[in-house]
């Protein structure tokens, strides 16, 4: 199995631009998971959806944020208008039931 | 509500010697817990996790880590520690009910002499 994908790897734009990172979650699992990781707070969970239906999305940190997971192989994360604190490595999660969450290798985000 | 500490947020051992990095929870119910380690510039990997049965859980790179219900921890060790461990360790709690949603500690980035 090729494991979560994410892309793309690295992104660097301006200030209010649009950003969008793409997530494929390992085939069968029925749970994604999107987090934001930064030095300050951590690590984040920003929304989880199970069978493509958002869950939670408690963490997203305003109306700039936006997700969506249109079927079981894809979700993504949209950023609209980006800003320089939304500098991050943004991580996706897949998992199936109760059993361990598998992490992509994230997208560093850079905002200038 | 739900928790998860990690006491710790840097911790520096000399190659060989042995390691101990502390978690504690705050759960109502009974949990599931894991531990992740993240080297730099990459995701989370799953080092062991527990569920249920045998408190002591055996993982990869020689990890292990005991559960305590009495004292409501969950500490991972390792006898002998090497250069490449040098990472963050993650501990996180997640349920039996619900979504597989999991609660992650702060993290404790280590470090390892020569």
């Known amino acids: 199995d090729a494991g979560v994908i994410q892309s793309p790897r690295h992104e660097v734009t301006e200030m209010g631009q649009e950003v969008t990172l793409r997530c494929k979650p390992i085939?069968?699992?029925?749970?994604l998971f999107w987090y934001r990781q930064t030095m300050m707070r951590g690590l984040e969970l920003l929304i989880y959806?199970?069978?493509?239906?958002?869950?939670?999305d408690s963490g997203m940190p305003e109306d700039r944020f936006s997700a969506k997971m249109p079927n079981a192989s894809f979700s993504t994360l949209k950023i609209q208008p980006s800003e320089p604190r939304d500098s991050a490595v943004y991580f996706c999660?897949?998992?199936?039931?109760?059993?361990?969450?598998?992490f992509g290798p994230g997208t560093r985000l850079t905002v200038l | 509500a739900q928790s998860v500490t990690q006491p710790d947020i840097h911790i520096t051992v000399s190659e060989g010697a042995s390691l101990e990095l502390r978690c504690n929870y705050s759960?109502?119910?009974?949990?599931?817990l894991f531990w992740y380690v993240q080297s730099p510039g990459q995701g989370l990997q799953l080092l062991l996790k527990?569920?249920?049965?045998?408190?002591l859980v055996q993982g990869i790179k020689g990890f292990e880590a005991e559960f305590k219900r009495s004292q409501s921890s969950f500490n991972l060790r390792k006898p002998s520690v090497h250069w490449s461990d040098a990472a963050e360790y993650f501990c996180?709690?997640?349920?039996?009910?619900?979504?597989?949603?999991?609660?992650f500690g702060a993290g404790t980035r280590l470090a390892v002499h020569p």
């Open positions: 996180a709690v997640g349920g039996t009910g619900g979504y597989n949603k999991l609660i």
């Open positions: 759960y109502g119910a009974t949990p599931y």
């Open positions: 999660a897949s998992s199936w039931g109760h059993n361990e969450q598998f």
């Open positions: 959806f199970n069978n493509n239906v958002p869950i939670d």
């Open positions: 527990y569920f249920s049965g045998d408190t």
């Open positions: 085939s069968g699992h029925n749970s």
